[in-house]
């Protein structure tokens, strides 16, 4: 058990014997790496749990050290866990996260949208894989003489003997398990990321079901410890982890995972105290009573816990690390005094995984994070360089971190952790109200030395120095990395990383589009909207723009659903093999908010035009606010002026060399196809 376990453990403790409680936060159980490897065999299978007054069979993954296992199978008792809350998996820079995940999932449920559909042979059986959401890895596909894959999405495993008849090509097809070799890069940036099945038409389905877990690098230690350069945390401090899952259970038990937006109203009815949950609008009578007997409920959970209670006892304050892990449902936090009704501040430290810029200004960053947060001055004297805000509003798959006081309270020693009504459009999805945690105050604003907020902390300014912006990484499998760059060259291993680079030039010959790089000036403009022909559905768009705002001739592609074998965007990297910076913008001609998601890499939400300075957060999912009433879903009515939208403008960095894909991740969106294939080659 390493330190910071043992501390965990001591606070939980300490706070149960001094609250009397017994639904105190726990923190996810945690599997750390041991000589820069976590080697990890992974079970998704059903369990069945209890949970806000039902007994669900849900779907966790079984977790275990493969050293312990018993061929593909985790043993009974120690060592073995299964938390529908999800598992944290605590990694350095340099490590090798080695999984083994075994498919023992029941046949896609009859809810399942998609699973009994156009491509129903191939979802039926419920095939899944794994997606480690933010981390800046090799898309690796698996080779003859390697067998593991990187964070790679176009494979399907399948429960044993259960292969489709029909296999489209271009994925890759498995009923035995499949085995992962993801190398962290030694550049890598500490932070909270996840990981999630991204199985297209299905991802919905598994990630409301349970399947998700997060994983962290490193420690916020190295970015928010006290140092010679930095006003920090001095001493020990108390981390919390804390995963945000939602799951939509009917009055008989089973699991709706096909989520339903509407399951119950977006405010609590008379008497209803939603503390952790709403009740379904069919448990109401005529006169609007709710009747719980006979309802459903949608169960919001914290590390699988409803409405627990969060002890703020240690001395210098916490840091809370929030992942939304939903499938679709957006947050917006906040902690309202109890005696007031209040928002308390929380400062801001991280935002998906990076640190924010200590020196950002509020309004800057506020208008880069596109209603992520609502900021605020802090409290205390160090407002002009710490950057605090009265709600988070998280989308799904966002994180952030923040700095918790433990002489927060204004005028009582407790506070109520809610999420607030999220409206994503006039006729779109309004995701509920509800009370997630009680928060207890244990020092008081007389109780001895506390920081308020934290004066200065490091930047993200390592991530633009760093993996971001040096030479391209591209594994042999012979080496943890090896460098190609014309400038950084490693002779000593040239004839193997040629060969290596002919082999995926080869790979793609047949297959790839024109991989040129964008033109002087010139950007990528991706639609988000509704295909023809469809009155619900969901689909992507793109076209090349020149310098002077005007589409290239002959790049413009028509809003579609995602099909894996077009590729949408190809680019090489820059000369000599660096990073390639791009600017992309946003125009969403839809009639309700997306929320973009990139895979392999960050980006930095500009204010105005893709050539503006590149300050405020680094981030890899931002909200996409839909326009007037004349958005009809179509890039007609745009390109009329009838959908009035404005673009949200990004400057990416590619770093990573092969196939993955850009989606919305609401998943009930990306099941729908609004989802997309990029390449990126060596140059």
């Excluded at 209670?309 to 809370?320: D, F, L, S």
């Excluded at 810029?357 to 001055?377: C, E, F, T, V, W």
């Excluded at 400038?487 to 680079?501: P, T």
């Amino acid at each position: 058990m390493n330190r910071s376990t043992h501390l965990s453990f001591f606070f939980a403790a300490f706070a149960n014997i001094l609250l009397g409680q017994s639904n105190i936060l726990t923190e996810p159980p945690t599997l750390k790496s041991e000589k820069h490897q976590l080697d990890i065999l992974m079970v998704a299978k059903p369990n069945p749990i209890s949970l806000a007054g039902f007994r669900p069979t849900e779907w966790t993954y079984e977790v275990c050290r493969r050293k312990n296992a018993i061929g593909n199978a985790c043993p009974a008792g120690h060592g073995t866990v299964a938390p529908y809350g999800g598992v944290r998996l605590a990694l350095d820079q340099g490590d090798h996260l080695k999984i083994r995940l075994v498919n023992q999932l029941p046949p896609a449920p009859p809810d399942a949208e998609h699973a009994h559909g156009p491509m129903g042979d191939m979802l039926a059986d419920n095939p899944t894989n794994l997606h480690t959401h933010g981390l800046i890895v090799e898309p690796r596909r698996a080779t003859r003489s390697d067998g593991t894959y990187g964070d790679y999405v176009y494979v399907l495993g399948y429960p044993a003997g259960k292969l489709p008849s029909m296999q489209d090509p271009g994925l890759d097809y498995t009923d035995q398990p499949i085995d992962y070799d993801i190398y962290i890069p030694r550049d890598h940036p500490s932070g909270l990321f996840w990981f999630h099945p991204h199985a297209h038409g299905l991802a919905l389905n598994q990630v409301s079901e349970g399947l998700a877990g997060i994983i962290t690098i490193g420690s916020p230690d190295d970015y928010l410890a006290d140092t010679p350069r930095h006003k920090g945390i001095a001493g020990n401090h108390q981390v919390r982890h804390l995963t945000l899952k939602d799951i939509q259970i009917l009055s008989d038990g089973t699991v709706l995972d096909q989520e339903d937006p509407e399951f119950c109203e977006p405010e609590p009815g008379p008497g209803e105290n939603r503390q952790g949950y709403c009740y379904g609008t069919g448990g109401s009578d005529d006169s609007g009573t709710t009747n719980p007997a006979s309802a459903g409920k949608w169960v919001f959970s914290i590390n699988g816990q409803v409405f627990p209670t969060i002890p703020v006892v240690h001395g210098q304050g916490e840091v809370w690390r929030f992942t939304n892990a939903s499938g679709s449902r957006a947050y917006e936090l906040a902690l309202l005094d109890d005696a007031t009704g209040k928002p308390l501040n929380f400062q801001v430290l991280a935002v998906d995984g990076v640190s924010i810029d200590s020196g950002a200004s509020l309004q800057a960053l506020g208008s880069r994070l596109k209603g992520r947060i609502s900021p605020s001055y802090c409290s205390s004297a160090a407002k002009g360089s710490a950057i605090c805000a009265t709600s988070l509003k998280m989308f799904p798959s966002s994180r952030v971190e923040v700095w918790v006081s433990s002489r927060q309270a204004e005028s009582s020693s407790s506070a109520t952790l809610v999420t607030r009504t999220v409206v994503t459009g006039d006729d779109a999805d309004r995701w509920p109200s509800a009370k997630l945690a009680k928060v207890i105050f244990k020092n008081g604003r007389n109780g001895g030395s506390v920081t308020d907020t934290l004066s200065t902390y490091a930047s993200s300014s390592s991530v633009r120095a760093g993996i971001l912006s040096g030479a391209v990484r591209i594994s042999d499998r012979t080496a943890d990395e090896l460098t190609v760059s014309q400038a950084k060259g490693m002779e000593s291993r040239s004839d193997s990383l040629r060969a290596h680079i002919a082999s995926l030039t080869s790979a793609w010959a047949g297959s790839s589009p024109s991989c040129k790089a964008l033109g002087p000036g010139h950007y990528r403009r991706i639609f988000l909207g509704v295909p023809t022909g469809t009155e619900d559905g969901f689909g992507l768009g793109y076209e090349e723009v020149d310098a002077g705002g005007h589409g290239v001739p002959g790049t413009f592609q028509e809003l579609a659903p995602f099909d894996h074998a077009n590729i949408n965007v190809c680019l090489p990297l820059a000369p000599g093999n660096q990073p390639v910076q791009e600017a992309w913008e946003l125009v969403n001609v839809a009639a309700e908010d997306h929320n973009f998601h990139i895979h392999q890499t960050k980006f930095r939400v500009l204010a105005a035009a893709p050539s503006d300075s590149e300050t405020g957060a680094l981030v890899d999912n931002v909200p996409v606010p839909h326009g007037n009433a004349g958005c009809d879903g179509s890039v007609s009515a745009w390109r009329t002026g009838g959908c009035l939208v404005a673009p949200v403008k990004l400057s990416i960095p590619f770093s990573q060399v092969g196939d993955f894909v850009y989606h919305c991740h609401i998943l009930e969106h990306e099941d729908g196809g609004m989802m997309a294939h990029i390449r990126v080659v060596p140059n």
